[in-house]
């Protein structure tokens, strides 16, 4: 089931089930009133805006260095638990949003994942546990300032701008993670090319290792790495990012 966050002709808000090329409109946020519809139907047209499927509520946790290939291009080896950081959740845009290039910065990257969206208070979660506490999955851009990363030797400024987290375009509650191609594209040229079985650290292993960090609540996001490939992109330039059986997730970028 694809669940759209989306605004009709520039209104408020709303939520809906996708039926291939129509939206059907529900009560609510389904993660907190469930899948009760109103009946009304919206065709995915011009009129229709997708939006952040989610907004978190508390937090995005993001695991680094996930793909062993990503982790050498890095300069390093991949590390034997996973190394989780946080971006704030202003940080978020949706599908089509720009990502605003901070003037600070000369090296701002790409790095295309898959997200995966937290449904229930969520603490100390056995692996074996994982889908209990999982609403769905997306796509996801953990948006980087990599001369700012290395200036500041941690990575809470390079990953917290506002703008560096665009999600979407959906989410997909019943998603096979084990073998999901990912492609990133920056005005069309391939610069990522990965798998979702090319993870170290499993998404079972991901969440039951984050929520014996920190309490997960419903609508916190968990990016789960990026594979090989990260590079700049500029003022002007498209990136697109695709996941098998999730869509494309496409923002242009400008200048701050």
């Given at each position: 089931?694809?669940?759209a966050?989306?605004?009709?002709?520039?209104?408020?808000?709303?939520?809906?089930?996708?039926?291939?090329?129509?939206?059907?409109?529900?009560?609510?946020?389904?993660?907190?009133?469930?899948?009760?519809?109103?009946?009304?139907?919206?065709?995915?047209?011009?009129?229709?805006?997708?939006?952040?499927p989610?907004?978190?509520?508390?937090?995005?946790?993001?695991?680094?260095?996930?793909?062993?290939?990503h982790?050498?291009?890095?300069?390093?080896?991949?590390?034997t638990?996973?190394?989780?950081?946080?971006?704030?959740n202003?940080?978020?845009?949706?599908?089509g949003d720009?990502?605003?290039?901070?003037?600070?910065?000369?090296?701002?990257?790409?790095?295309?994942?898959?997200?995966?969206?937290?449904?229930?208070?969520?603490?100390?979660?056995?692996k074996?546990?994982?889908?209990?506490?999982?609403?769905?999955?997306?796509?996801?851009?953990?948006?980087?300032?990599?001369?700012?990363?290395?200036?500041d030797g941690?990575?809470?400024?390079?990953?917290?701008?506002?703008?560096?987290?665009?999600?979407?375009?959906?989410?997909?509650?019943d998603?096979?993670?084990?073998?999901?191609?990912?492609?990133?594209?920056?005005?069309?040229?391939?610069r990522?090319?990965?798998?979702?079985?090319?993870?170290?650290?499993?998404?079972?292993?991901?969440?039951?290792?984050?929520?014996?960090?920190?309490?997960?609540?419903?609508?916190?996001?968990?990016?789960?790495?990026?594979?090989?490939?990260?590079?700049?992109?500029?003022?002007?330039?498209?990136?697109?990012?695709?996941?098998?059986?999730?869509?494309?997730?496409?923002?242009?970028a400008?200048?701050?």
């Amino acid at each position: 089931m694809k669940i759209a966050r989306f605004t009709v002709s520039g209104g408020e808000p709303r939520f809906g089930i996708v039926d291939e090329t129509e939206i059907v409109v529900l009560v609510g946020d389904p993660m907190f009133v469930g899948y009760e519809t109103t009946e009304e139907r919206v065709p995915l047209d011009a009129n229709v805006k997708l939006l952040a499927p989610v907004i978190p509520r508390s937090k995005i946790v993001a695991v680094g260095k996930n793909y062993a290939d990503h982790a050498a291009e890095m300069g390093g080896e991949a590390p034997t638990t996973p190394l989780i950081f946080l971006k704030p959740n202003t940080s978020v845009i949706g599908p089509g949003d720009a990502i605003q290039l901070p003037r600070e910065s000369s090296q701002v990257e790409h790095e295309g994942e898959l997200a995966i969206v937290i449904g229930s208070i969520a603490r100390d979660v056995k692996k074996e546990d994982y889908a209990d506490v999982v609403f769905g999955y997306t796509i996801a851009n953990d948006v980087t300032a990599r001369d700012i990363q290395k200036a500041d030797g941690q990575w809470a400024r390079a990953k917290g701008y506002d703008t560096f987290c665009p999600l979407g375009p959906v989410i997909e509650t019943d998603f096979d993670f084990s073998d999901a191609a990912i492609e990133v594209r920056v005005d069309g040229e391939l610069r990522q090319s990965g798998n979702t079985n090319q993870m170290i650290h499993s998404i079972p292993e991901i969440i039951a290792f984050a929520s014996s960090v920190w309490t997960l609540l419903p609508g916190d996001v968990i990016l789960t790495g990026t594979p090989a490939g990260v590079g700049p992109f500029v003022d002007g330039q498209k990136v697109e990012i695709s996941i098998a059986g999730l869509g494309l997730l496409s923002n242009p970028a400008k200048n701050r």
